[in-house]
């Protein structure tokens, strides 16, 4: 049967709604609350011995993948390779034998992904996806699929599918760390915990629906924005640019707060406001001198941060918006939620059709 609104203005904004739901359920399947350890599904090869993974996805599931990647590599020490899977296809790069090939969509049906899986079937050791739609192409093509238990996403732009990624990956890098000695069960039970402690800190970033919507009116009125963010909290700065794109039009960019010195910051000025994810974690100062230089530059900051980081937020920022404070390792799955809502808010105040954005289609099946 059709799949109704449930009162909100959009499935997007329902979707939304959803985070807390989703993450959870999609815990549920991969950890044992009780030992708090993550558990797999058997892998006919050892993770130990993988020299090296491919990862590869299109648009918000490239994000995800991103974020994968700081996680497997600092947690799990193992190299990782990345692409999107439009550019990954042709590139036809040599594999180092044995690869994991890790594949992530929403859909299981994007024409470039499924492309580059067949591409990486010839060469890598197994085909691990990380799906939303679990009778979908590439569900059949792979050799694993781990789900993400995100339920049907309506929404053009992808919401509650991409935090049921990252939670995934979460995992993924956790059992990889373990299975490579990288992780010993205190840390793992540490991890994890914080990752079981998501869904209620996912449902208070809702109680900050206000300072989004401030955060808003000063993104609605801009032409161009742009967003920054470091190490895991990059990606989630990318995500954010491009969900801004997708449904409000107006043209955003991300950078890696420490590259702006390179280029962008040649375009701060009060028409381009500056939206930051800036959670209290080990690049934190990194991130706020950066935006200290955007500031004496004459940028508006517009920063996402926690209760630790506010005062010193606080002291620089035009406005922001305060979450909880959570484990290093989770921050870029909180983060993520708030900057999917700031974009919402933007295209709702701008009148654009939410879930059907001009141009885009929910999953492209042609490349
Ligand atoms: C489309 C959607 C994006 C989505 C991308 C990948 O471009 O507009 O929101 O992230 O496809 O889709 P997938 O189903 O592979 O995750």
Known sequence: GAIGKDGYRHYMEKELHEHPLVIGQTLQRMVDPA??????PDLPFNLASVPRAVITACGSAFYAGMVGRYWLEELARLPVDIDVASEMR????????????????????????????RGLREKAIHILSVLNVEHSTMARESDTVLGTVAGPEIS?????????????LACLSIATARARGK????REEELVGALLDLPSRAADVF??????????????????????????????????????????????EAYAAGEMKHGPISLIDRSVPIVATAPST???????????EAKARGGRLLVFTDTR?????????EHMVVLPSVHDFVAPILQTIPVQILAYEVAVLKGTDVDQPRNLAKSVTVE
């Open 35 to 40: 030992t708090r350890r993550v558990s797999l």
């Open 90 to 117: 042709y590139r036809d790069p040599p594999l180092t034998p044995g690869s994991l090939g890790l594949l992530i969509s929403q859909s299981g049906e994007t024409a470039d992904t499924l492309a580059a899986l």
């Open 156 to 168: 053009v732009a992808s919401t509650k599918a991409f935090t049921a990624q990252l939670t995934v």
């Open 183 to 186: 992780l010993d069960s205190l």
């Open 207 to 252: 109680k900050q629906g206000d300072a989004i919507r401030t955060m808003a009116r000063v993104v609605a009125e801009a032409r161009d924005v742009l967003y920054l963010g470091r190490g895991s909290l990059f990606p989630v700065a990318m995500e954010g640019a491009l969900k801004l794109k997708e449904i409000s039009y107006i043209h955003a």
């Open 282 to 292: 080990p690049l934190f100062d990194k991130t706020l001198s950066n935006l200290q």
């Open 309 to 317: 980081g506010a005062e010193r937020v606080g002291a620089i920022a």
